[in-house]
């Protein structure tokens, strides 16, 4: 049966866009030379081509660009840059010879920037909380090399007219937003434009309330029908974050069964990170064969702490991890999971995981950063590869990032290092340029697991 029968919902269709090139000229005398762009509106994960013309031949300047983030929060970045002969710049092409980026970084302006100065609050995390919402980056072009933003010559920089403003979103040309409250399922469902029937993905997140909605409309943006999924802390859910019911995720699946909008021939695909995929691996472990396809697990626990039950019988490992936590002097929440299993014989780390390696009708990809500010994820995937290898599991992935941290999202959105959490600020662990190229690496390979696991293809 439609879910369009059951559930009472709404939903809105999202405008459409025009890709134009755009070119403005500097308005202010402590600006030069022209930007210009390839699309002035594109989506988050999208690669733009910035050039710079109209400068003076080897002339140097700096490159700077700003966002303001959900919150109203500034993320920001500069670059330095000498023209070629001809007094142009290709960001394709031209290295950054300093400033926040070095070497021929494309998406650096946008892929490097961090919390503002500025801000009342430090540690802000770049996110769009209504996704449906272009966000706007500006760009603005200065004279030589400013070596800080805490210069003088800086400090005026946002009363200063952007030279190119341009827009990125989330949702792509008529991707539909449905607000869903059916039986005890709270989320949010994105479907592509057109009639479908398309591969379905629930998107489950880690330790923030409600759901990170934006990965969802991501997704629809490619072909996926999307599911945002809330777990806790929103709505009528429970406000504990480690007690779950994986009832609760099958009865999320069933309903992405049941619409008329997912292809369910194949079941569906699960994208989780942080304790959503714990969740998630924990789902894989025991719901029927036929609902979940495959399952792209972001730097996640096999062995959780928490209490996940399903049906009454518990999940979870009677092993218990040690949680160490410690709190820097400027107010950085530093903790990690102590899991003490290196030198465990294999058959008895089994007996600490959940069961999810014995589903041979599921494939998974393991997404790693080792610079994981919460799990030891080097060591997570160690193991994680040596328990499927064990049972000959025929189809996995495993990759692992050298000096990615815990928030590994899409192509090009800002590392978090430091993030609010639980109201204090947490590491979440990250080194540039490692962890951008992390994020250029495994979303397009998770995207191609998704569509190549569903059998479809998307764009």
Known sequence: MAFLSRAKITSRVLSSFNITEQEFSTSSAKKLGRLSVDKDLSLADELIHLEISGLSPEQKITLHSSVSSGT????????????????????????????????????????????????????????????????????????????????????????????????????????????????????TLYLPPGKGPFPGVVSMSGGYPGAM???????????????????????????????????????????????????????????????????ALAAASVLPEGLIRCVACINGWSFPSGQLTYKGECLSPKFKPILLTSLSSDGIRRWNYCYAISGKRLDKIQSLSLNFFERHDISYLFVAGEDDGYVPAKLLSSVTTDILESVGHPDYEVVSYEGAGHLIEHQYYPLARVAWTFGEAHLNGGKQPFHSSAQNDSWPRILNFLSDKLETHVG
């Open 213 to 279: 909605k934006y990965k969802a409309a991501l997704l629809a943006s490619h072909g996926f029908a999307a599911l945002a999924l809330k777990y806790f802390g929103e709505d009528d859910l429970s406000d504990d974050f480690f007690n779950v019911k994986i009832e609760y995720v099958e009865e999320a699946v069933r309903f992405m069964m049941n619409n008329s909008a997912v292809d369910d021939k194949n079941g569906v695909g699960v994208v989780a990170n942080c304790y959503g995929a714990t969740i």
């Open 72 to 187: 109203s929060a500034i993320l920001e970045s500069f670059g330095h840059y000498v023209a070629d002969h001809n007094g142009y710049i290709s960001l394709a092409k031209h290295q950054s010879v300093g400033g926040d980026y070095h070497g021929i970084e494309p998406m650096g302006p946008l892929s490097f920037m961090k919390p503002s100065i500025l801000n009342k609050r430090k540690h802000h995390r770049f996110m769009m909380k209504d996704p449906t919402k272009p966000f706007q980056i500006n760009f603005r072009v200065f004279e030589d090399f400013i070596h800080s933003l805490d210069d003088t010559l800086a400090q005026n920089r946002f009363e200063i007219d952007p030279d190119l403003s341009i827009s990125r979103t989330y949702v792509a040309p008529g991707v539909v937003e449905i607000p869903v409250w059916d039986g005890k399922v709270r989320a």
